[in-house]
């Protein structure tokens, strides 16, 4: 298994006693780049990153069987404080900051497990790099931003920590198509900079646009998983999750251009 990379085998998760979220899944991550996780309210993208990032126990859930193992080291039963510190930290679903605090309070949060007053300065300017609107307000209560701003902050703060694998929940969910844009481009640079990343998404043609690799969930199991560019060929993608009538798969010559990511700015250090 490579250095830093995240496999997830035969993984299934129960909530109580009975409700079985996830069967049989199986995916992995390398140490670099996108994959991207798609699905339908309910599929259990959700259950899948907090049974990685250790939380579940927060949601009454638990892994039932099979193993998660990054960099060779297995995650399962382990502190989510302890997964933080080994490199995994997510951004959950619902631009979840700390309203009364300022945004450089936030960030300052997400550097509680981080050691060293230089380093955290060094990824507090890694994040105003990526996010120029947050050193704007920095002393302003995270409340008063704009939901995509609340987003932006929500990712800085996970970066804080020195992330070398970022899982994110959901981070188009109800932004305007505009920010959705400029977030996409945002997590481009921060996989351009050396972080891998996990991305569930509901937004299938942005979600298919930034990865490389995709898994298809469907009621707790892996209904379909390859590259991106295949996933978005299959007539089922398509026709579920695209909106498209079930036709032929498109040529080369008429397939859309994927936009030129723009230059990173600097390879986060972790």
């Not at 069987?65 to 930290?89: F, H, N, Q």
């Not at 507090?124 to 307000?137: G, W, Y």
């Amino acid at each position: 298994m490579e250095s830093g990379a995240l496999l997830v085998e035969g993984l299934e998760v129960v909530y109580g006693r009975s409700v079985r979220a996830l069967r049989g899944v199986s995916l992995d991550v390398p140490v670099s780049g996108v994959v991207a996780v798609l699905g339908a309210n309910g599929a259990g993208k959700s259950t899948l990153l907090r049974a990685v990032s250790g939380t579940l126990a927060l949601h009454r859930g638990a892994v039932a069987a099979g193993t998660i193992r990054y960099a060779s080291e297995r995650l399962a039963g382990r502190d989510p404080a302890l997964i933080v510190r080994a490199g995994v930290v997510q951004v959950p679903e619902g631009r979840r900051v700390f309203a009364n605090l300022s945004v450089d309070e936030n960030l300052q949060a997400g550097a509680l497990s981080t050691r060293g007053s230089a380093l955290i300065r060094s990824n507090r300017e890694r994040v105003f790099d990526l996010f120029p609107v947050l050193a704007e307000r920095r002393e302003q209560r995270a409340g008063l931003l704009s939901g995509g701003e609340q987003q932006m902050l929500a990712i800085g703060r996970a970066l804080m920590a020195s992330p070398r694998l970022l899982l994110l929940d959901e981070p188009s969910l109800g932004l305007a198509p505009r920010m959705v844009g400029r977030i996409a481009g945002v997590i481009r640079e921060i996989a351009a900079q050396g972080v891998a990343v996990l991305l569930v998404e509901q937004n299938v043609t942005v979600a298919l646009d930034l990865a490389e690799k995709a898994y298809v969930l469907d009621v707790g199991e892996v209904r379909l998983a390859g590259s991106s560019a295949d996933l978005a060929r299959t007539d089922e993608v398509r026709r579920l999750y695209l909106g498209e009538e079930e036709t032929a798969a498109p040529d080369a010559a008429s397939a859309p251009a994927r936009p030129t990511p723009r230059k990173p700015l600097r390879r986060w250090v972790g």
